[in-house]
């Protein structure tokens, strides 16, 4: 999965991911009521909403884009409507021929993280058959129970050709409380970093090229990213942050390789809401989703430019 | 929440917490058998298999116990029908008076996790109206993103009466890999074990006592209990790793404040598979939920002898 994302990168010339994180004040009013006057003010109302709500961005940018990241707290929230359409997301995705990384930060141990890497990315044996549940080609996986936790994750990468991105150094404010204390004069989130690269050199694909465990590196952090990016050379560096929280394309060139790959850029409301923007107001909520498309084409080209610019 | 669990566990002289943490190979072959035969093996054949499974545990040892803690990722593994058994299962231990926390270790930021705080121990609004989706009593919740990880779930806790665990020792072999680690001469999981109590003074019931902040703090690790106990007075502690994990009644006694409250110790594998071991194999597995009572009454007695020997 993988060498799909980059053979998708490389075909569209687009290191970027779209985060499909729909909060109900992002969805356009007219969803909303058609939404509610047939499935009342309901969690399968709000669901069946966010549903037509990722359609339309979908249909919209599809082809612009290699990978789209929903945010599975999202649709979590409204319960097994909103799972249900977690999962309608991710099939339809994969319909249009996108790489769906599940940005579920699951984290436990042994079974428990067998069972979750199953239920995301594998699959699960029931009797004499085996299913698949949700189905993502990636998902992101939190490093703080250690290695017990991370191992059961790249057991289902090799199985199943998929991969995971661990977070190491997160986009957040706070994100230093813990991620940049000093252990041995190296901050945490590098001691994160170099067991990326480790677990990473256990999971290449027969090919070679990149790992099948990636990293995440917030796009408000460029010096760590291009710390970061050195210490996992075969590590994708997945890299939330930018526009909403304040990361911009020239911040972002030190997360790549000098092979241009190697890391993809997540924005989430800075397209799926760009209509809410003065910048793209002028769309209207009616056409939301093609003020999405105008903002993916936008970050495409900031990133591009960045990226031209390096070399 | 805190306080309804503080009254269960002195009503049924028990700070014991049975794990729901049904993986197929627990579950009888005749409860499976009768379930894939209307069900077809199928993930609804499973999840229909966990939930009669669930049942008769929950029914057979309901009066004993204060709590249950069911573990998200074996329902989750089965897609949305094993979702919505989770949510069955939550449901059916409430109506039974017993405090529930999901083990869903989610950990985000911002608007992300008031996204799962609000589907696991608060409301989602949608439109007019607001709707609770999973509705445990408490979850437990990864550190790793720092403050802003954690605050939106305090806010909840506050506003809902409910609460939080956060992972602070983990009991798995491998934990002490980051958490161990020495900042400034003391542990990852102290300094996180601080944030705890800070996290917690912010998050009192009005009538004192305990906080609705927790903390996870494996029994695999007594000496790391005994320090955690005191730099948290306030929190109560969740203890995993008791029975199948190696942990033991006279490990556990300094988890505990000298009021005998501030710690539930968990066991999963050890009661709900009790049947499948040697020492209580006499019951069969057609009552494996009698063998299942058997072993919450041995467990409550070994932690009772241990307890009463500290005093």
Not at 148 to 162: I, L, N, S
Not at 208 to 225: K, L
Request: aromatic letters at 10%.
């Amino acid at each position: 999965m993988i060498n799909k994302l980059i053979a998708n990168i490389k075909k569209t010339d687009a290191p970027i991911v779209v985060g499909l994180d729909p909060m109900m004040k992002f969805v356009p009013e007219y969803i909303k009521a058609a939404n509610f006057a047939e499935y009342g003010e309901t969690l399968l109302g709000a669901a069946e909403a966010v549903w037509q709500y990722n359609k339309g961005i979908i249909d919209a940018v599809c082809d612009l884009i290699p990978a789209v990241k929903p945010q599975i707290a999202m649709y979590e929230q409204f319960g097994i409507p909103g799972m249900t359409v977690f999962k309608r997301t991710v099939d339809y995705c994969k319909e249009k021929g996108l790489v769906v990384i599940g940005d579920v930060k699951r984290g436990d141990i042994g079974s428990t993280a067998a069972a979750y890497a199953a239920g995301h990315l594998g699959r699960v044996q029931v009797g004499s058959k085996a299913y698949p549940a949700f189905d993502e080609d990636f998902i992101t996986v939190n490093p703080y129970l250690g290695s017990d936790g991370v191992k059961p994750f790249m057991e289902t990468c090799v199985e199943e050709k998929k991969g995971i991105f661990v977070l190491v150094k997160t986009s957040n404010p706070s994100s230093g409380e813990f991620q940049d204390r000093l252990i041995d004069g190296k901050p945490l989130y590098q001691w994160v970093g170099e067991q990326v690269a480790a677990w990473g050199a256990e999971c290449m694909p027969a090919e070679g090229g990149y790992s099948y465990v990636g990293a995440v590196v917030g796009a408000t952090y460029p010096e760590q990213g291009r710390i970061m990016r050195k210490v996992m050379p075969k590590s994708f560096i997945l890299v939330p942050g930018y526009g909403a929280q304040g990361g911009k394309g020239a911040d972002l060139v030190d997360f790549f390789n000098e092979d241009g790959l190697g890391a993809i850029v997540n924005s989430s409301r800075g397209i799926i809401a760009a209509y809410q923007q003065e910048q793209y107001s002028r769309y209207g909520e009616q056409n939301y989703a093609d003020a999405s498309r105008a903002a993916v084409t936008a970050m495409k080209e900031d990133i591009a430019s960045a990226l031209a610019k390096r070399l």
